[in-house]
């Protein structure tokens, strides 16, 4: 039991679907956080909340919307994907946000392997 | 953008050895951050150790050192006395501060470390 859990696991869709990737921490964080993970590139923070307050990190597309309800849980909407899309997407929290001077574990999810037909 | 590069996916080090990881950056910024994380199969991600740009003194934590060279853009991670429990994944990373709305982080693509017994 990591204290973050992401749903579902697996998701195949076609590129004209709408989805969303559902993450809950249970260990009273702060901040949340998603990334993308690709074979073979770099681990892509997308985007951080903290206190429900949105930060992007990268430019991530428009394709991709996060919503944070409350500090507990975090959603990351999905529509008109693209097949470079595929990909690894873990959640995260931390107590704090993950900053210069943050000491703070980042807890991840399982991930949700998402795969865009 | 900044980027980040790992080239080396996995590696091997016997205990109680000593292991040089490699990172290289790329950017034009003068003000920024590096960082050495461990993420162990426990799926947290650790902060390992943080280099200020502005420092030209090698930071050091314990086992863990870094050899900073700003004018080749590159940041290795040296583990001493290698133990089992730092068999994980370490991801390299930059942030550039940035004002009012948080800070900006880029990964690499990790390395994986196994220390074997």
């Known amino acids: 039991e990591t204290g973050v859990t992401q749903t579902p696991r697996h998701l195949v869709m076609g590129m004209t679907n709408k989805k969303s990737l559902k993450c809950e921490q249970h260990?009273?964080?702060?901040?949340m956080y998603w990334y993308k993970q690709s074979a073979k590139k770099p681990l892509e923070l997308m985007f951080v909340y903290n206190f429900k307050e949105q930060t992007e990190n990268n430019s991530v597309p428009s394709r991709f919307s996060p919503e944070c309800p409350n500090s507990s849980h975090l959603f990351l909407h999905l529509h008109t994907l693209q097949p470079e899309d595929s990909a690894l997407y873990l959640c995260?929290?931390?107590?704090?946000?993950?900053?210069?001077?943050?000491?703070?574990?980042?807890?991840f999810g399982d991930g949700t392997r998402l795969s865009i037909l | 953008a900044q980027t980040v590069t790992q080239s080396q996916p996995e590696m091997s080090v016997q205990e109680a050895e000593t292991v040089t990881l490699s990172c290289t950056y790329d950017?034009?910024?003068?003000?920024?951050?590096l960082f050495w994380y461990k993420q162990p199969p426990s799926r947290q991600m650790i902060l390992v150790i943080r280099q200020e740009a502005y420092k030209q003194q090698n930071a050091t934590e314990n086992r863990f050192s870094v050899n900073f060279q700003k004018a080749a853009k590159s940041f290795s991670l040296k583990i001493s006395d290698s133990q089992l429990g730092d068999t994980a994944m370490y991801f390299c990373?930059?942030?550039?501060?940035?004002?009012?709305?948080?800070?900006?982080?880029?990964f690499g693509t990790g390395t994986s470390l196994t220390v074997i017994p």
């Open positions: 260990l009273g964080h702060n901040a």
């Open positions: 990373a930059f942030m550039k501060p940035v004002g009012g709305t948080g800070n900006q982080f880029y």
């Open positions: 950017t034009s910024e003068n003000n920024y951050y």
């Open positions: 995260a929290s931390s107590q704090v946000p993950l900053g210069a001077y943050s000491n703070q574990p980042q807890h």
